[in-house]
């Protein structure tokens, strides 16, 4: 005979199971990205929220911390398009290649680094965050994002720019 | 070539919040996930198990033995569980020997009349002090019983309550088409060849075919599974292997009569 039960659990339970654990990980992913405590507070309740959405399914997924830490990446990324959005009505963003970069070689300050992120637009910020906090490769980012690669390709082109520019003005700024 | 923006990198680490948010954030989970949050539907779900019993050729011994391995305390002379939020019961088995249940249904004689068309067997309904109630049995032969439906089962178990069902069937095509005329239950693919699960019904219940007799395996939910199989061992009856599944440990035992059952720890 079988040693295994043939109906499926409720995945509620491995959701409550799973809460203690994954709950500073979800929580500490969102506020390094979105360094607001509120704004982390929320965002985490929408992760939590959308599991249960989730166990609810036919087919529900295996619940596990790096799925919920997904999914916080996906409501972070909704989050800034809402902000996106709001800041510029529904605009669709320029699928025109962006000017070739010049070379730019040198050691940035992690602290100025951040505080330049948090001054760029939503989308700006958003293809950084996940490019280069999360360190996604770019095909990961353009899914994250739903783009293609070509145009997230051009997008993290311009937010680099963006950056830069931010960055070197703020450092003369402080000179 | 390197890109400065390296330098950005942020692994992952994580961050306690403010246990007040800690605190309402789980208690909005346990309501989504526990409370009546999710059943939207005002519709009642028909056949959902309101009764349970165990039947035994020896009910004294079986009642020593539930209580030793899961705890159940016994109203004497009624063989009823005490304290649990299910109602569970033992029963003097000459006739049957088996996990037994009792379906809730809002019209006693339509459902009646379904279970015969979909090739059943059901006695005219009867009223006992709990309400009218009628003995069946399924395509399959599996004796069952219907009672008036009451309140809904709780959407999760407590240790010594049924946490899920599992019928093992002859043929599951027959049975799922048996129980989806009775009930009207829809089935949704389960993770085993041949393996189903009941849409909505608490307690969460499934179906696996390819049997060679018709029987209900309860799996009794345990807050120490080692525990509770050596509680088995020490009693006479089967101790199966734990084993490791996605929603937690199990093992499959049997009492010291030979009935099986299913141990769960979530």
Request: charged share 25%; proline share 6%; aromatic share 8%.
């Amino acid at each position: 005979m079988e040693q295994r039960p043939r109906v499926r659990p409720d995945p509620g339970f491995a959701l409550l199971d799973l809460y203690e654990q994954a709950l500073p990980q979800v929580y500490g992913y969102l506020l390094a990205r979105c360094r607001e405590q509120a704004l982390a507070e929320d965002l985490t309740a929408e992760v939590f929220l959308a599991a249960v959405d989730a166990c609810r399914r036919e087919r529900p997924p295996e619940l596990t911390t790096g799925w919920l830490v997904t999914v916080a990446r996906n409501k972070l990324v909704d989050h800034w398009r809402r902000l996106e959005r709001e800041a510029r009505g529904l605009r669709v963003i320029s699928a025109e290649p962006a000017e070739p970069e010049d070379p730019w070689d040198r050691r940035l300050d992690a602290m100025l680094a951040r505080e330049v992120l948090d001054e760029l637009g939503a989308h700006h910020r958003a293809a950084l965050t996940l490019r280069y906090l999360d360190g996604l490769p770019v095909p990961e980012v353009a899914h994250n994002l739903g783009r293609t690669v070509h145009a997230t390709e051009a997008l993290l082109v311009r937010a680099r720019t963006a950056f830069r520019a931010a960055y070197q003005n703020r450092e003369e700024g402080t000179r | 070539m390197t890109d400065p923006l390296d330098a950005l990198r942020e692994p992952l680490v994580p961050v306690d919040p403010d246990p007040r948010f800690a605190a309402r954030l789980r208690a909005l989970l346990e309501q989504a996930l526990l409370g009546g949050a999710m059943s939207t539907t005002t519709d009642s779900v028909q056949g959902e198990v309101g009764y349970a019993s165990v039947w035994t050729p020896e009910v004294e011994r079986a009642e020593a033995f539930y209580g030793a391995v899961l705890g159940w305390r016994v109203q004497s002379g009624h063989h009823q569980v005490l304290g649990l939020r299910q109602h569970l019961g033992l029963a003097d088995g000459q006739s049957y020997h088996g996990t037994f249940l009792s379906h809730g249904v809002t019209d006693l004689a339509d459902t009646v009349r379904r279970i015969r068309e979909a090739g059943g067997t059901a006695e005219e309904p009867t009223r006992q002090s709990y309400g009218l109630s009628a003995l069946c049995a399924d395509s399959e032969g599996l004796p069952f019983a219907l009672h008036e439906i009451g309140p809904r089962p709780a959407a999760d178990s407590q240790p010594g309550e049924i946490a899920y069902l599992t019928y093992e069937v002859v043929d599951s095509v027959r049975a799922r088409a048996f129980y989806s005329a009775v009930f009207g239950w829809t089935f949704s693919p389960g993770r085993h060849e041949d393996g189903w699960g009941v849409d909505q019904v608490r307690p969460m219940t499934g179906m696996h075919g390819g049997h060679d007799q018709p029987r209900v395996v309860p799996m009794y939910h345990v807050a120490d599974i080692a525990e509770a199989v050596a509680a088995v061992d020490r009693a006479g009856g089967t101790a199966g292997e734990v084993s490791r599944q996605p929603y937690g440990l199990s093992a499959l035992c049997a009492d010291d009569q030979g009935t099986p059952f299913y141990l769960g720890q979530f």
